[in-house]
């Protein structure tokens, strides 16, 4: 079965800073990846996505992430990074057996310290 | 209007009380779905549907009902609630292959004592 793997519950990096969230898929196709954020009471927030075509992608709030098929990775990178991305982070992939569901990682919460 | 609304934003209820979660969404899509959200544990899928006539158990289903009354609205039953079944549920709408993404409710924050 496909699953998505998250490491590290808990990150941690200074205002400014460099920002990686790693993320790993296991699936015998590649699937399509999301990042999803979700700020402190609200919902999940779309920040990218790859389906197709470019491996680099961009999103919002200057995220970016990287398909690497020969890894089964897509990490989720910011050069610098600002007190407003304190948040939980989801990795997610959609299983292309018959359901086409979408399934998470356990998340990533970031802290960003002043 | 957001494109999916769950109602009740919060509640707090009683070991053995029949509850109901409602969401319904204006992106007219078919599929629709309800996850359940724990520390920890990501998100993990309770049911989906792909129409109203088609419904599907996902990994967590036992202890949960759903019920879809029209293409816009599925709703999700806990019909006898139990503490652990405490957690921030949350409803999604997808076109058929998820290629866009999943768009997400705002969530109901269940509590059940």
């Known amino acids: ?114 | 209007d957001a494109d999916v609304t769950q109602t009740p934003r919060n509640r707090i209820t009683k070991t053995g009380k029949r509850i109901m979660l409602e969401c319904s969404q204006t992106k007219g899509h078919d599929r629709m779905y309800w996850y359940r959200q724990d520390p920890g544990l990501g998100l993990r899928l309770i049911y989906y549907s792909f129409d109203v006539k088609d419904i599907n158990k996902g990994e967590i289903s036992d202890g949960y009902s759903v019920s879809r009354q029209a293409q816009a609205k599925f709703s999700l039953s806990l019909e006898s609630a139990i503490p652990n079944q405490t957690a921030l549920y949350f409803c999604a709408t997808s076109d058929p292959q998820g290629a866009k993404g999943y768009t997400f409710g705002s969530g109901t924050r269940l509590t059940v004592v």
């Open chain 1, 1 to 114: 079965a496909q699953s998505v793997t998250q490491l590290g519950s808990h990150v941690s990096v200074s205002e400014g800073a460099l920002v990686l969230l790693r993320c790993n898929y296991s699936s015998s196709v590649p699937p399509y990846l999301f990042w999803y954020v979700q700020y402190p009471n609200q919902g999940l927030q779309l920040l990218l996505k790859y389906t197709t075509g470019a491996t680099l992608v961009k999103g919002i709030n200057g995220f970016e992430a990287e398909f690497k098929k020969s890894e089964t990775s897509f990490h989720l990178t910011k050069p610098s990074a600002h007190m407003s991305d304190a948040a939980e982070y989801f990795c997610a992939a959609i299983s292309f057996d018959s359901s086409y569901k979408l399934i998470f990682g356990s998340g990533t919460r970031l802290l960003v310290r002043p």
